[in-house]
């Protein structure tokens, strides 16, 4: 359960701490106090989508933290250690779970679990698991049919058939993609071929090969400059080797210069040890200057090149620029010919393929059907119980005429299967005895609606292990006799666990194990919004409050104080649904 909710500059709320408690928490406050602000920080703490136009004018940043106590009977207590253990978080020691979400001026959202940063996504993963936010709008799904379904595989615990099912399912559209992809028609079949064929002829006419195009740049380069390069290499040599000089007459080349000096050296040697060592020296140079001098003398002969070389490279270099240009590298060009050679196989063998996977394809689809059936009656058993337990609970909330009905067709698609199964689903509801059932979008009211889904959500929540609801003003649309039902429900709902609601009814306030009040105020020209926990006296007045708006009398306040008694003894008695 949600133990303390602090606020920093979130819309009118500069600042607030929220201590929660165990049972039912109310907010109540004038329209455009905050309260639903409350609700926003909360959702925000928990990985809901926001942005940078919830932080409070003037301020750099917004910020909520939420901490979270997990109890060791809590059903969701292991669930969420196992997803602290396998996204690398520290459980702290109290077994309270620390959330701190920040949100800049500039649009930038850190998050953080007891410390280590995670993304926001992370963040709603568990926040699924912790609470379950029940906004304004939620009830307003009911008017969209394609959630029918989703919510009664919900109740009755069909996520592994329904996955089973998706896979099956979705192995046949895969094999059924694969059989259109080969059943073309004939004429796009012989376009296909021409155009596999003719890719394949041109790359291998142009027999290129990996690296050729850079190859014959850098030869085309070294042609350019040939005239540059031939006297260079010719000059150098001439330098080191020796031979006929540009002005007439022999030269001699600077390795015989060294080795004449070495020789010298090498006569002496024997007497100084100085000179000893600066002969090796030449000898080692003289080495060195003969290995330049035959590197040199090789790289002079090839640098004899035809006269025709240069026409040839240029003629090359347009062949393989041409299909680089039109297939990629050489590397992709070579591994399209081996792909269309592969498709051509195929197609060539397409018939006889065909036949085997019309063959896999037909047990693809018992596999799926029979898993859709499966699910099916599991539906249809679950459908029978939902429809019971809501109906239920509607009677309780004030609606004893109420028709509700969990409705079944055949999915009109291709093998009557879909990707949720072979079953249509949607409900009909007759909110008065003797009227025929309709569909919810259609017949019902908004304050029907707000019913309904909160018997909903009391069916499902049953079902489920989340420790903490939260309710933003489910009290749409009812009152009178049918708000204190629903006050009733949230007091029976919040038994056995936490729940948080918003609302304006005094039938649902009273029922508050602990009641919040939301004011706002004005100070030097700026709005301020105020979280303040009510004592019983406090209690009295917001209910006078509500009930009677400013005109708060010794009547008004002494009938809150009979409502808050008649809420314990009534609180007192509940046997949980």
Known sequence: MIKLLHIENIAVIEKADIEFTKGLNVLTGETGAGKSIVIDSLSAATGSRTSRDIIRTGADYAAVTAVFQTEQNDGSSAV???????????????GEIYINRKITADGKTTCRINGTPVQTTKLRDLGLLLIDIHGQNDGRKLLDENVHLEYLDTFGFLEKDLNLYKEAYSELRSKKSEIDRLSMDESEKERRIDTLKFQIEEIERSNIKPGELNELISRRELLLN????????????????????????????????IGDAYNELNRV???????????????????????????????????????????????????????????????EALNLVESNNQELSEMADSDNKLIKLEEELQHLIKKAKKLAIVLSEKRKKAAKELQDRVMKELSQLSMPGVDFIVVFDDVKTEYELNTTGADEVWYLM????????????????????????????????????????????????????????????????????????????????????????????VSGGRTYTNVESLDFDSRKKELARLSGGENITPITLESAAEQLKAAEEFKASIVRF
């Open 269 to 331: 040697g024997r007497y100084s040890e100085e000179l000893r060592i600066l002969s090796e020296r030449l000898n080692d140079m003289r080495h060195s200057a003969e290995d330049i001098s035959n590197e040199l003398r090789d790289l002079r002969s090839g640098l004899d090149f035809s006269p025709g070389e240069l026409e040839t490279i240029d003629e090359r270099m347009g062949v393989l620029k041409r299909i680089v240009r039109k297939y990629g590298s050489e590397e």
């Open 226 to 257: 040939a005239s540059k390069l031939t006297d260079s290499v010719e000059t150098a040599y001439e330098t080191l080797h020796g031979g006929r000089s540009s002005r007439g007459g022999d030269t001699v080349g600077i390795v015989a210069l």
């Open 80 to 94: 969420i250690s196992d997803w602290l253990s396998e996204n690398g978080i520290e459980p702290d020691e109290s």
């Open 430 to 521: 007759s909110a008065n005895a003797g009227e025929a059932p309709g569909r919810i979008n259609r017949i019902a009211s908004g304050g029907e609606l707000a019913r309904i889904m909160l018997a909903l959500k009391n069916v499902l929540s049953s079902n489920s292990d989340t420790a903490s609801m939260v309710f933003d003003e489910v009290d749409t649309g009812v009152s009178g006799i049918a708000a204190q039902r629903v006050g009733e429900k949230l007091a029976a709902l919040a038994k056995d666990r936490q729940v948080l609601c918003v609302t304006h009814l005094p039938q649902i306030a009273v029922m508050a194990d602990t009641h919040f009040s939301i004011t706002k105020s």
